[in-house]
């Protein structure tokens, strides 16, 4: 298989088709000279937890877009982000966010997210139907996290936009026109938030920025620069993936009516369905390392300098793993799911994405029980690392 195959719209449709392909050619796939790719969860967990198969930001940046392009400040930006890090650096600034994350100063994350999905519910309810990706699914993670920051529900649609704009960036291929865009995305996000940090170094809060600017390990305290980046990270990370999670899990339970009439009699079943939709059809579908050193895996040897690229979506459709991993079963216990990631870049907020999702689906079966996807209208967002749609018109 070569990597432009990855980005084939036919999986965009059904990427049980790459699954079944990947799982066939075997564990490990040469695609190139120096990159490879793999679909068991045997050895995307193995690589995921091994600290030799690092990142290389700026280089990879290089090898796609040249060395004028890599000085750009979108590139410098997302640079400074702790998800791009190899250790030490890494560790340092994922500790100092981690402090601030976990403090009791936060709301529970559920109420937080049953309270923002109500009040989306109750603008659109009475009309009897909706586009439930661009009102529902969309806004309620940028509310979360602007309600985090402490920002005006007013400014979530501009951030919201620029966020999407940015995310892009990370595609394995992306047009010109929307490189230029993320570039503004970043833009937009980098002087908000510049702002807001100088705001809140005057009169600090309980929110997550000021706990930002109070966070200290041993003396060490994070700069200007790095609260941005990192909190730009913290705004995207928790808009795209999570929105396109909740629109792929609805897709997923109405495409099996059996398992949603049994969540419909069942609500405690509804952590066992987030789970079994994340697994079932992820929103981030692949996550990139790079051999730091020469290293061997299960008995394959990976050259220093080697691209991996791990398939996370069809980790998670392993047969070796999961038994008739093709079907939904809410009630699944087999197998650890591989949506998050793994090792030291664990997804730092799979908490609130799990609360975020347990509440979407609570809200969506007790408020609208008799919803229903319009298919004809459903448009897939065909971007090959992050699966999900653009709209998804729903009635009642």
């Not at 679909?39 to 937890?49: C, F, K, T, Y």
Request: proline share 5%; hydrophobic share 40%; glycine share 6%.
């Amino acid at each position: 298989m070569q990597l432009h195959e990855l980005m084939d719209p036919q999986y965009s449709e059904n990427p049980f088709l790459l699954y079944r392909k990947l799982h066939e050619q075997g564990p490990f796939i040469r695609a190139s000279e120096n990159a490879m790719i793999s679909g068991s969860h045997a050895i995307v967990e193995a690589l995921l937890n091994d600290r030799r198969a690092g990142k290389n930001y700026i280089e990879s940046v290089r090898l796609r877009f040249g060395d004028k392009l890599a000085e750009r400040p979108v590139f410098q930006g997302i640079n400074k982000m702790f998800l791009v890090m190899n250790p030490p650096e890494h560790g340092r600034l994922r500790g100092l966010i981690m402090k601030s994350f976990g403090t009791k100063e936060i709301p529970p994350l559920k109420e937080m997210a049953l309270t923002a999905g109500n009040a989306l519910v109750d603008a659109f309810i009475d009309r009897g139907s909706c586009d439930l990706a661009k009102e529902f699914a969309f806004p309620l993670p940028v509310r979360i996290i602007c309600q985090m920051l402490d920002l005006p529900e007013s400014d979530a649609p501009v951030l919201g936009d620029a966020a999407s704009a940015l995310v892009k960036i990370f595609d394995p291929q992306i047009t010109e026109t929307d490189l230029l865009k993320a570039g503004e995305g970043f833009s937009t996000l980098h002087a908000y938030f510049s702002a807001l940090i100088i705001s809140r170094q005057k009169n600090t809060g309980n929110d997550l920025v000021s706990l930002f600017l109070g966070s200290e390990n041993d003396s060490d305290r994070l700069q200007h620069d790095e609260i941005i980046a990192n909190v730009i990270l913290l705004f995207i990370a928790g808009h795209e993936t999570t929105s396109n999670m909740i629109c792929n899990a609805v897709l997923a339970l109405h495409n099996n009516p059996m398992e949603l009439e049994l969540l419909r009699q069942d609500d405690t079943l509804i952590p066992g369905a987030v789970s079994e939709c994340l697994r079932y059809d992820s929103s981030v579908q692949m996550l990139y390392r790079t051999a730091l050193e020469d290293m061997d895996v299960l008995g394959h040897h990976i050259k220093c300098g080697t691209n991996l690229f791990l398939i996370l979506g069809a980790a998670n459709h392993d047969p070796a793993v999961f038994s008739s991993p093709e079907n939904l079963n809410i009630r699944r216990k087999e197998g650890r799911c591989l949506s998050f990631g793994g090792g030291i870049h664990h997804c730092l907020g799979y908490r609130l994405a799990l609360a975020e999702m347990e509440a979407a689906l609570h809200i969506l079966l007790t408020r609208l029980p008799t919803m229903q996807p319009m298919m004809p209208g459903l448009r897939r967002n065909h971007r090959a690392n992050l699966r999900g749609v653009n709209a998804l018109p729903v009635t009642w």
